[in-house]
T-cell receptor, first 113, second 113 residues
Framework: DAGVIQSPRHEVTEMGQEVTLRCKPISGHDYLFWYRQTMMRGLELLIYFNNNVPIDDSGMPEDRFSAKMPNASFSTLKIQPSEPRDSAVYFC???????????FGQGTRLTVV | TQLLEQSPQFLSIQEGENLTVYCNSSSVFSSLQWYRQEPGEGPVLLVTVVTGGEVKKLKRLTFQFGDARKDSSLHITAAQTGDTGLYLCAGPPSGGSNYKLTFGKGTLLTVNP
C-alpha cells in the first residue's frame, strides 16, 4: 500500500479564494482524521470520520471549513472563503481504530496571502 | 486548554547525553501513543502503551505509562543526531461516546553533533 496520500503538497492562494485539500486513506482503515498543525497550537484535530460518517467535527474552527467523505477511499477538506489565519500544514491520517496506530500523509502546506 | 501537556517544549542537547520528555494529563487515557515527526513529514508511530505502569523499550528509547494512565514519559539514552525531531504523545481519553485521537503540542528535540 502506498500509505495515506494527500494532495496538493503545497497550496498558495489569495484571501477569499476556495481551497480544497484531498486525502486518500489506507485501504481498509475505518477511521479518517483531519488535523491542522501550527507552531502556536500544535496538531489540532479538526474532524474525524468512522466508516465514512462524520463523528465529531467540534474541532472545525468555523463554518468556512467543511469536510466530506463520499466513499471509503476519498475525503476532502474545503475552506471557503480562505483567510490568512488559515495558513498551516493540514494532515490527513487513517487508522483501524482510535486505539491503533494512525498513519499520516505528508501533509498539505497551505499559505493564504 | 490542552488535554495533553508535554514538557519541555524545546530541548537542545549534545550527542551522547541522556534525556527525558514528559506527557501529562488530568484525564485518564485508555492508551497513549508516542510519535516522532521530522521536518516536512507527518508523524510516525514509535510505540503504544496500554497498561498502567507499563514500560516498553525500543533500542535506546524507553517509554513508561503512569500507573493511573494519566501520564507518560520517554527516556532516550545516549542521544544521536538522528533522534532529532518533534516528539508527540497522543491518545483517546477513556470513557465518553467519542474516541478522538488527541495530540499534545510536542517536544522539539535537537541533538547536536
Amino acid at each position: 500500500d502506498a500509505g495515506v496520500i494527500q494532495s496538493p503538497r503545497h497550496e498558495v492562494t489569495e484571501m477569499g479564494q476556495e481551497v480544497t485539500l484531498r486525502c486518500k486513506p489506507i485501504s481498509g482503515h475505518d477511521y479518517l482524521f483531519w488535523y491542522r498543525q501550527t507552531m502556536m497550537r500544535g496538531l489540532e484535530l479538526l474532524i474525524y470520520f468512522n466508516n465514512n460518517v462524520p463523528i465529531d467535527d467540534s474541532g472545525m474552527p468555523e463554518d468556512r471549513f467543511s469536510a466530506k467523505m463520499p466513499n471509503a477511499s476519498f475525503s476532502t477538506l474545503k475552506i471557503q472563503p480562505s483567510e490568512p489565519r488559515d495558513s498551516a500544514v493540514y494532515f490527513c491520517a487513517s487508522s483501524w481504530t482510535t486505539n491503533t496506530e494512525a498513519f499520516f500523509g505528508q501533509g498539505t502546506r497551505l499559505t493564504v496571502v | 486548554t490542552q488535554l495533553l501537556e508535554q514538557s519541555p517544549q524545546f530541548l537542545s542537547i549534545q550527542e551522547g547525553e541522556n534525556l527525558t520528555v514528559y506527557c501529562n494529563s488530568s484525564s485518564v487515557f485508555s492508551s497513549l501513543q508516542w510519535y516522532r515527526q521530522e521536518p516536512g513529514e507527518g508523524p510516525v508511530l514509535l510505540v503504544t502503551v496500554v497498561t498502567g505502569g507499563e514500560v516498553k523499550k525500543l533500542k535506546r528509547l524507553t517509554f513508561q505509562f503512569g500507573d493511573a494512565r494519566k501520564d507518560s514519559s520517554l527516556h532516550i539514552t545516549a542521544a544521536q543526531t538522528g533522534d532529532t525531531g518533534l516528539y508527540l504523545c497522543a491518545g483517546p481519553p477513556s470513557g465518553g461516546s467519542n474516541y478522538k485521537l488527541t495530540f499534545g503540542k510536542g517536544t522539539l528535540l535537537t541533538v547536536n553533533p
